[in-house]
């Protein structure tokens, strides 16, 4: 069964998007550590980070950091922290999270944003990407 990653790609579910090439999509988060908090996933439907190619797993780096300094310009934080967990959805994806404290990367204290001003962030995010 297709991953809701995959289903996002499709097109099959909504999302905030904020970035999208060839090869990879990054969003909102949909229940965000901190304001921002975006994922980059690989159109390509992998389970585990380290199980992409080479190739792929570069480029999705490469892909991460363009949006994470978009991020950096768009939301008022000290730095953009980055993860990888996984457990939940098994599609890989990198959490980019704006940081300002260490709380931020706590994946059990969650910020609430309606889908307005998660709407208006994407489109601001986009707009900050070189
Ligand atoms: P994990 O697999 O543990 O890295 O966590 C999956 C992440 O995906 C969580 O932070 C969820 O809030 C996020 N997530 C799950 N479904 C969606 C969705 N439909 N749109 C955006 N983010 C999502």
Redesign the pocket.
């Known amino acids: 069964m297709a991953s ?2 995959t ?2 790609i499709n097109g099959d ?4 998007k904020v970035a999208e090439d060839e090869n990879f999509i990054a ?7 901190a304001k921002g ?1 975006a ?1 980059c996933v690989p159109k390509e439907e992998v389970d585990k980070l380290f199980d992409l190619g080479e190739h792929m797993y570069l480029q999705l780096m490469q892909f991460s950091r363009r949006v994470a300094k978009a991020l950096e310009k768009t939301v008022d934080c000290n730095r953009v922290g980055m ?9 890989v ?1 990198v ?1 980019l999270i704006p940081l300002n404290s260490m709380d931020d990367m706590d ?1 059990s204290s969650k910020v609430s944003m309606t889908d307005d001003e998660m709407a208006e962030l994407a489109a601001e995010i986009r707009q900050k990407l070189q």
Do not use: T, Y
Not at 83 to 91: F, Q
């Open positions: 809701i990653f289903k996002i579910i909504p999302c905030h969003f909102l988060d949909i229940n965000p550590n908090h994922l993860a990888v967990i996984g457990l939940e959805v098994p599609h994806h959490h994946f």
